[in-house]
């Protein structure tokens, strides 16, 4: 069982920048296809962005161009980097497979605020 713990959020203005980070422990990631999620107040848990072993990448069209997905298989940890970023934003992030059958227990998340 891989454990997942996300870091990195906070309070940001409009327009501002974060970069979040999932740090796996129990067992490797780096065959895994990775993604990070977010759930905002009221809503479902949406993927946000995928990163694969091989590195392709998959953002939904709402982040694109703003966010950046990246993993180093080294440090068994995925990265979003988050830019201009906007009030929508605002969500808990979660990191962890995109394999539905292969999913880990989720871990805490990290809260992103975008104020406006």
């Known amino acids: 069982q891989v454990q997942l713990v996300e870091s990195g959020g906070g309070l940001v203005q409009a327009g501002g920048s974060l970069r979040l980070s999932c740090a796996a422990a129990g067992s490797t990631i780096r065959l895994d296809p990775m993604g990070w999620y977010r759930q905002a107040p009221g809503k479902e848990r949406d993927l946000v962005a995928s990163?694969?072993?091989?590195?392709?990448?998959y953002y939904t069209d709402s982040v694109k161009g703003r966010f950046t997905i990246s993993r180093d298989n080294a440090k068994n940890t995925v990265y979003i980097q988050m830019n201009n970023l906007k009030p929508e934003d605002t969500a808990v992030y979660y990191c962890?497979?995109?394999?539905?059958?292969?999913?880990?227990?989720w871990g805490q998340g990290t809260q992103v605020t975008v104020s406006s």
């Open positions: 962890n497979t995109v394999v539905t059958y292969r999913r880990w227990t």
């Open positions: 990163i694969s072993n091989t590195g392709s990448t």
